[in-house]
């Protein structure tokens, strides 16, 4: 069976341990279509700014290639 993965650290720093570490992790899976996304490629609102100001949108650009990829693993 194929395994469908989308992996993306939590975490919008260009040296992102968590970023590395799902990467790291999901290459380590054998017969596996990987999907790797970048926060950093979407204009979302930091995580202090979110949790101070109340505001919990996810941007809409985010919501349209997550769910492009979630189509295209058939999720």
């Given at each position: ?20 570490l799902a990467v790291h992790a999901a290459g380590l ?47």
């Amino acid at each position: 069976m194929d395994r469908k993965i989308l992996a993306f650290g939590a975490s919008n720093s260009r040296q992102s341990i968590n970023k590395k570490l799902a990467v790291h992790a999901a290459g380590l899976f054998t017969n596996a279509t990987v999907e790797v996304i970048d926060l950093n490629d979407f204009e979302l609102p930091n995580f202090e700014q979110n949790f101070k100001d109340g505001i919990g949108i996810v941007h809409d650009d985010f919501n349209k290639r997550l769910q492009e990829i979630i189509n295209k693993l058939q999720f």
